[in-house]
């Protein structure tokens, strides 16, 4: 859950919508419904534009996955780009991430894909799909 001025994004947590979902922050009202948010594990919020970390697939390892239980093999997920405000999608690009490796700062966004602590520019563009790699 984020907070952005009088909204909360929020995971809904109804099997039938489980997208993102901007909620009066006042009322619990839902305002907005996120699309191509479905699954999503992480949600960060930066200089206005959300990040988020989904999955095309739920439940893709179980539910017990856990510190100390951990069962995640480098499944692929999503970091997507998210203008909160119109619901458009800025960008997104595929790619292992690790589970509580997600970040973002002005720098970039951070991630560890099993091998590597990558960096994305916040403003990563279709066009450039390159990462740099920080640390091998």
Known sequence: MVRRG?????RNAHP?????????????????????TAATEETLLHNGVLYLMT????????ETTRFGGNDWRGQKKWIRAVDPETG??????????????FAVTNRGVFF?????I???????RAADRSRQDLYT
Do not use: F
Request: proline share 8%; net charge negative; glycine share 8%.
């Open 112 to 116: 560890h894909d099993g091998k590597q």
């Open 55 to 62: 999955n095309d697939k739920p439940n893709k390892y179980p």
């Open 118 to 124: 990558w960096c994305l520019g916040r403003l990563h």
């Open 6 to 10: 009088d909204y909360v994004y929020i």
């Open 88 to 101: 458009g999608h800025l960008w997104d690009h595929e790619t292992p991430v690790a589970p509580l490796s």
């Open 16 to 36: 039938r919508l489980p997208q993102i979902c901007g909620l009066d922050a006042s009322t619990g009202e839902t305002l907005r419904v996120l699309e191509r």
